[in-house]
């Protein structure tokens, strides 16, 4: 089985910095996503890791170790709009599932 | 916009009531996943299909039946549905699976079970 621990929430400034970290047991593992959800609406694809490292994208940054089962997602710059939650998901060996955390609801302030 | 549609947006019913929930994937997409997010349970794997065979279950329910049709659009049936079934279904789409396949979900449908 899966299971995937993530804080459930943060607070954070606007134009600040912050990390959203996400630790994951599996019995299988073909690759790591991030997703961004407004309340109510569907989640919206961030970053994708399958090896280690950093993987940046504009404002977001993303990195795995797989030894260690461990990602964070790091958002720069913060803007009020990056208020959401912020979900990881672990996808299985065969890649047909993704396993979510609970995710991290972010709350950034003026 | 992701180029996912599903229908209906909102569904109210009653308990013992037996729904559809409809998806179109992404033009291309050939994969299709059904999800269910719930206040306390976060957002679940259901079903997954790969043009119009099932690959892989999750949590899905006996209650709960899926199918992908010819066309690539997908149905999930809901039936004798009881009040903890209320929540949010996601359909998503990607072009296969596995590799930097990354899912595009739809807006969702918003289920109620009064």
Known sequence: GQNIDQPTEMTATEG????????????????????QQHAGEAPTFLSYNVLDGLEEKGRFSSFLSRSKGYSYLLLKELQ?????????AVRDDAGNMLTFGGGTRLMVKP | DSGVTQTPKHLITATG?????RCSPRSGDL???????????GLQFLIHYYNGEERAKGNI????????????H???????????????Y??????????SNEQFFGPGTRLTVL
């Open chain 1, 16 to 35: 600040a910095i912050v990390q959203i970290n996400c630790t994951y047991q599996t019995s299988g593992f073909n690759g790591l996503f991030w997703y």
């Open chain 1, 80 to 88: 009020m709009k990056d208020s959401a939650s912020y979900l990881c």
């Open chain 2, 17 to 21: 009531q037996r729904v559809t929930l």
């Open chain 2, 31 to 41: 994969s299709v996943y059904w999800y269910q997010q719930s206040l306390d349970q």
């Open chain 2, 61 to 72: 329910l006996e209650r709960f039946s899926a199918q992908q049709f010819p066309d690539l």
């Open chain 2, 74 to 88: 997908s149905e999930l049936n809901l039936s004798s549905l009881e009040l903890g079934d209320s929540a949010l």
């Open chain 2, 90 to 99: 996601f359909c998503a789409s990607s072009v296969a699976w596995g590799g």
